[in-house]
């Protein structure tokens, strides 16, 4: 994989559930370093498409690469050993397994960049300073813990794997005020620590303060992509595609 190539890449990626076809011919990409919003309202297709990107859904066409392999017609986990990781909207946790114990599970070996050098490596204890809350219930089972806090459990488990990009459903969805400025900060501190996030999203304020590019989707196409701060100076396509 040659350093200008992005992380991930979809071109004309089309998916169905069923007989009904829910994307059409979506194209994005992400690059290292970068956090870049799937922005849209409630059944555009966001989800959809960070499941056709991993290989969720039994019925996709299209192309999708991703550090420079043909994953197209792979499996989740196929994608998740390469280092994609996938922080879904309902939060999977284990619920009977504890904190230290659903960490255990999500982990994988140290990985290199193709220029050599080291990608991020997570430990518990790494997690425990992004996460304090999880730090102070290491033996807390799943299923015992706030919502919130069950969806930091899913963001760490991920981020055990040491993946190069994570596919992150709707951070703050759902979850308290002083939750999303968590998931904000973390997001910007996986940032700096050089792992590539896509999120999808509808909240405006909450994309503006972690992306740096944003695609908007509309009944499962692009209509719209730019960087974070013109997406934001643009109230007419804001009006057209996110207002409720």
């Known amino acids: 994989m ?41 059944g555009a297709g966001k989800s959809t498409t960070l499941k056709a990107l991993i290989g969720m859904l039994a019925k996709r066409r299209g192309a999708v690469r991703f550090l420079g ?23 999977r946790v284990f619920t009977d397994l504890t904190v230290m114990e659903n960490l255990e599970v999500g982990k994988q070996a140290a990985r290199r960049w193709a220029d050599g050098s080291d990608a991020p490596l997570w430990t518990p204890e790494r997690l425990f300073k992004l996460f304090p809350n999880l730090g102070e219930m290491p033996n807390r089972p799943g299923g015992r813990m706030s919502g919130g806090e069950q969806q930091m459990l899913t963001v760490a488990r991920t981020l055990m794997g040491n993946p190069y990009l994570v596919l992150l459903d709707e951070p703050s969805e759902g ?10 900060n973390m997001i910007l501190e996986l940032k700096a620590q050089g792992v590539s996030i896509l999120l999808s999203e509808q909240n405006m ?4 303060l972690v992306s740096d590019r944003a695609y908007v989707l509309e009944k499962g196409q692009i209509r719209y992509h730019a960087t974070m701060a013109e997406l934001a100076a643009n109230d007419e396509v804001r009006r057209a595609y996110l207002s409720v």
């Open 69 to 91: 392999h043909d994953i197209s017609k792979s499996e989740p986990h196929h994608a998740a050993r390469l280092g994609l990781g996938f922080v879904p909207e309902d939060r």
């Open 175 to 184: 979850v308290a005020p002083v939750i999303v400025e968590q998931m904000a």
């Open 205 to 208: 304020h909450f994309a503006e």
């Open 2 to 42: 040659s350093t200008h190539e992005p992380l991930l890449q979809a071109k004309a990626l089309c998916a169905w559930y069923g007989a009904a076809q829910i994307l059409y011919d979506v194209d994005l990409e992400v690059r290292r370093g970068e956090v870049v919003a799937l922005m849209g309202r409630n």
